[in-house]
């Protein structure tokens, strides 16, 4: 059982920047990605970004393309999600979560493991 931390959520200034962190326990054996999602109040959780070894990173929403980055670091056992230019909508339970998996998918019920989520809360 992979284990998943993030961390790295706070309260930010409308155009400010935050860095998440995504730790995770073990690095698997085969291929796998690390895809982010987010949960405002209210809402649904829905997907935000990924990151594969083939593809690179991937921003699935359009609000976010140009703002947010994603890296991942193997060995290190670490993915970043670097957000800029936060706005209050970004305002959200930011999770990320693992994939066994080659390419990047944007449906949660195929990631196997998650983490347990970090407050962003974009204010004035």
């Known amino acids: 059982q992979v284990q998943l931390v993030e961390s790295g959520g706070g309260l930010v200034q409308p155009g400010g920047s935050l860095k998440l962190s995504c730790t995770f326990s073990?690095?698997?054996?085969?291929?796998?990605?690390i895809g982010w999602f987010r949960q405002a109040p209210g809402k649904e959780r829905e997907v935000v970004s990924c990151?594969?070894?083939?593809?690179?990173?991937?921003n699935y929403l359009d609000s976010v393309k140009g703002r947010f980055f994603l890296t991942r670091y193997s060995a290190q056992r670490i993915a970043l999600l670097q957000m800029k230019f936060l706005t209050p909508e970004d305002t959200a339970v930011y999770y990320c979560?693992?994939?066994?998996?080659?390419?990047?998918?944007?449906?949660?019920?195929?990631?196997?493991?998650w983490g347990q989520g970090t407050q962003v809360t974009v204010s004035s």
């Open positions: 990151v594969s070894y083939s593809e690179g990173g991937l």
């Open positions: 073990e690095l698997p054996r085969d291929d796998y990605i």
């Open positions: 979560a693992m994939a066994r998996r080659t390419s990047c998918t944007p449906h949660l019920a195929n990631y196997n493991y």
